[in-house]
């Protein structure tokens, strides 16, 4: 699969949250962040796009 790049603001609290689960789950913040957002279209496919 070929992989784009994105660049992206997060208030601190946010990105040390996402560092620290990355570290639990021996995941890199990259790779974590690619999850959630997997999750997140995923679901919004099951629910047929409504926004929220």
């Not at 603001?9 to 946010?14: C, H, N, S």
């Not at 560092?19 to 913040?29: D, M, S, V, W």
């Not at 790779?31 to 099951?46: A, C, D, F, N, T």
Request: charged fraction near 35%; aromatic fraction near 4%; proline fraction near 2%.
């Amino acid at each position: 699969m070929k992989m784009r790049t994105v660049n992206l603001r997060l208030p601190e609290d946010i990105f040390n949250e996402i560092g620290e689960i990355a570290k639990k789950k021996g995941l890199t913040k990259s790779s974590l962040i690619r999850v959630i957002v997997v999750e997140y279209l995923e679901k919004q496919k099951k629910e047929g796009g409504k926004n929220g």
